[in-house]
């Protein structure tokens, strides 16, 4: 029964990830925010949801494992895998604002995480620091857009009426859909594990982590495919930053989260190596991680969950 209500959870996570993206992606391209901008607010947070929920109901689930091992597997999924795949599928040009900004903000956010781990647990007031600084670069971000580029001002007949309400309902469906795909995925996996006698560390940092990144997987892959490699890098390197500050933030102001010292010696070590892989490949020759670069992520993906399962 575990296994029917993992795959279940995961098969709505995915549906209803696509319909909430979906939704957010139409308000927001109402009111002509760029698809950088849309990538790395609106669609990252949309596809970051199944974590935030899965991870506040881990943590007040006592299984604070799975909370904590859920943000860094996805945050190496979502560079290694998803990335990766991206890349393979069509090579992905990366933005001067990626470059300047996200990415800086993205290792600046990973360092952070790592120094607040030390004393074995999240707590609240740190919970705190990482929303405020969250809050702080979203404003950055929209105003620097908006700044930059004029055309991004909004105007109100380019707003359909009809179509926002629509899209406000995909939003509402979808984010119903993750409330009860998170609840069923996370039943599923501690049953698994359990189960197994794996510990819930491991099937937090690999099972739920890939589970809960398939929102980015499937609209990176499409973005990709589409050519839209805005919305591609914005949304990956978003989430990654999203779930640091917005998912363990906010779990943490709502319950304390203990530590696993093996989340701090081996866990966290992967996600700051695969962060600082992608530096060569973003910032070196035509700035561009083409479907060699997207090969070597995808055999670091594979390097990590035999390593973490081993």
């Known amino acids: 029964m575990d296994y029917f209500w ?177 609840d069923w995925l996370i039943n599923g996996a501690t049953g698994i594990a359990k189960q197994y006698g794996v510990s819930d560390l491991v099937i937090g940092t690999t099972i739920v982590a890939f589970g809960t990144s398939v929102p980015e997987l499937v609209t990176s892959c499409i973005a990709a495919f589409r050519k839209q490699t805005d919305i591609s890098v914005g949304n990956l390197i978003g989430s990654n930053i999203f779930n640091i500050l917005a998912i363990l933030g906010i779990t943490s102001i709502i319950k304390e989260i203990p530590i696993n010292p093996i989340s701090i010696s081996e866990d966290m070590w992967w996600v700051i190596a695969v962060a600082v892989i992608l530096f060569p490949f973003m910032y070196v020759g035509k700035k561009i991680v083409n479907r060699f670069h997207g090969l070597i992520l995808v055999l670091a993906y594979i390097a990590f969950v035999y390593f973490i399962i081993v």
Request: net charge neutral; aromatic share 10%.
């Open 6 to 182: 993992f795959i279940l959870g995961l098969v709505v996570l995915v549906i209803a990830g696509e319909i909430l993206v979906k939704g957010a992606v139409g308000v927001a391209t109402s009111f002509k925010i760029s698809p950088l901008v849309v990538g790395m607010t609106v669609v990252s947070m949309g596809t970051s949801a199944p974590e935030l929920l899965v991870s506040i109901k881990a943590a007040l689930g006592g299984v604070s494992d799975i909370a904590i091992g859920n943000v860094l597997g996805s945050n190496v999924a979502n560079i290694a895998l998803v990335l990766g795949l991206s890349a393979i599928i069509f090579p992905l040009a990366v933005e001067q604002n990626t470059l300047k900004f996200d990415y800086p903000m993205m290792i600046i956010s990973t360092l952070l995480l790592y120094a607040f781990m030390f004393d074995g647990k999240l707590q609240p007031w740190e919970g705190f620091i990482f929303v405020s600084f969250l809050i702080s670069f979203i404003v950055f971000i929209i105003w620097k857009s908006r700044r930059d580029n004029k055309k991004l001002e909004t105007t109100s007949e380019n707003i359909v009426p009809n179509k926002m309400v629509l899209n406000i309902c995909y939003v509402l469906f979808g984010s119903v859909g993750l409330v009860f795909g998170a």
